[in-house]
């Protein structure tokens, strides 16, 4: 692999959580936090030049938080039939294409692409989680209000392969019919 340019790594503006990125359900407010955390992560092993088995630790942690964090936001989707479904996943399919053109790149010796990755992501997630993310937060909530639930197989806090966010409580149920 040609060696590092770090010159050119470009100095993101850390991604810093805060209340406003909030679309009020637990669950997903904790996979972006962590989205955020793998991305800042990421980005400190490429401004230390980090070793390559300790860049591709980062790396494959943060592709693989992205793929898994849109596929369930996907499958909240399509279970609670949520109208907008298709122009969201489209804003996700960007990031995976764009991705995926990044990990060929860096793939060929280029970490100034995972760079620009990260500085486009980093503008992305603050858009999308803040406008996107926040429509589907609200559409969830009030499906799990409505007086009629779908049935449980449907019901978007099930999630296949789930794995528990340790502060989050559960989803908010809606009464039993
Ligand atoms: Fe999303
Ligand atoms: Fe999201």
């Given at each position: 692999m040609a060696s590092p340019k770090r010159d050119k790594i470009v100095l993101m503006r850390p991604l810093q959580w805060n209340?406003?990125?909030?679309?009020?359900?637990p669950e997903i407010d904790a996979e972006h936090r962590n989205l955020f955390r793998l991305a800042n992560d990421l980005h400190a092993a490429l401004l230390s030049n980090a070793p390559e088995a300790r860049l591709q630790e980062a790396l494959q942690a943060f592709v693989a938080d992205i793929e898994d964090h849109f596929s369930h936001e996907e499958r909240l989707m399509r279970s609670t039939g949520y109208g907008s479904y298709l122009w969201h996943k489209r804003q996700h399919d960007g990031v995976r294409q764009r991705t995926k053109q990044a990990l060929e790149q860096f793939a060929a010796g280029d970490r100034e692409a995972l760079s620009a990755l990260l500085e486009h992501f980093a503008g992305w997630l603050r858009d999308h989680t803040g406008l996107t993310d926040r429509m589907l937060g609200a559409y969830l909530r009030n499906y799990e209000r409505r007086p009629i639930v779908a049935a449980p197989a449907q019901r978007?806090?099930?999630?296949?392969?789930a794995r528990p966010a340790p502060s989050c409580p559960a989803m908010p149920r809606a009464p039993a019919s």
């Open positions: 209340d406003s990125y909030s679309i009020f359900l978007f806090t099930a999630r296949k392969n």
